[in-house]
């Protein structure tokens, strides 16, 4: 080979030479743009994460104090439809209580009733007895005056007769007078009796007509607290699966972050 070839290939290798290694710089330098870009997106998705992670952080806590507030207030309408339940029971008992009063007041104003009937019944016929008797008494009467004025003062039998038939006449009337007015009294102390028991029963009516509409109002806020223990309990489960959610997404993002490779340009 003579010079000049030897030449020209030293010329063609040095030009081989310039070319590859302008492009192998070529492709080293697209390299590391594609790094750094790549970096940088990471960079970015990392910040990105780390905000959500931040927002749901702060979803998670709200979620954890709006539960804690529920279950309080859950615990609350428990414990205050326990006490209306307490309270119709007692309310119930009452009612009952009332209902006996009100059925022992109705067999004694009854009972009065009757009584009064029996006496009234007793005066009546205490009153004829009494008319029969005042008229027996005059009958007796008139004849012995007759017969005093044309006799004389006594020694007459007949006329010693008739004075002690009128006496004894006169005795009845007065006993029969007397179980009179005292039937009479009887009367007039039953009629008290009867309008005192009357006054009880319908003041034991009213009551019982007053616990009745408070039982009614008793068991309307017991159906109210328990529509509102429903609400609240069912807002409770959708919290804690909105939180089980949220805790999830959580995870993810951590598991998201560590998996990230931190690199430099």
């Known amino acids: 080979m003579n010079k000049n070839g030897i030449i020209f290939i030293l010329v063609v290798l040095t030009l081989i030479g310039s070319v590859w290694g302008s492009v192998a710089n070529r492709k080293?330098?697209?390299?590391?743009?594609?790094?750094?870009?790549t970096i940088a997106n990471m960079k970015k998705q990392s910040a990105a994460a780390v905000t959500e992670q931040e927002q749901v952080l702060g979803k998670t806590a709200g979620l954890q104090e709006s539960i804690v507030i529920k279950?309080?207030?859950?615990?609350?309408?428990r414990k205050e439809l326990v006490a209306l339940r307490k309270e119709t029971q007692a309310l119930e008992a009452r009612l009952s209580e009332c209902d006996a009063g009100v059925a022992r007041l109705t067999g004694e104003k009854d009972e009065c009733f009757r009584n009064l009937a029996a006496s009234r019944e007793e005066v009546l016929g205490l009153s004829d007895s009494l008319r029969r008797f005042e008229t027996a008494s005059a009958e007796a009467v008139e004849p012995a005056r007759t017969r005093e004025l044309r006799q004389g003062q006594g020694g007459d039998p007949d006329w010693e007769s008739l004075r002690k038939r009128l006496e004894t006449v006169e005795l009845t009337a007065a006993e029969q007078q007397q179980r009179l007015e005292t039937a009479n009294a009887q009367i007039i102390g039953l009629e008290k009796i009867v309008g005192d028991k009357t006054e009880a029963l319908e003041?034991?009516?009213?009551?019982l007509d007053r616990l009745r509409i408070n039982m009614d109002v008793l068991l309307a806020k017991i159906a109210d607290q328990q529509e509102k223990l429903r609400n609240m309990q069912e807002e409770s489960r959708t919290l804690n699966l909105e939180l089980a959610s949220r805790n999830e997404e959580l995870e993810e993002l951590r598991r998201k972050l560590t998996q990230q490779p931190e690199q430099e340009p």
Do not use: V
């Open 28 to 37: 080293k330098i697209d390299l590391e743009r594609e790094l750094n870009e």
């Open 71 to 77: 279950d309080r207030q859950i615990d609350k309408a």
């Open 203 to 207: 003041a034991a009516g009213r009551e």
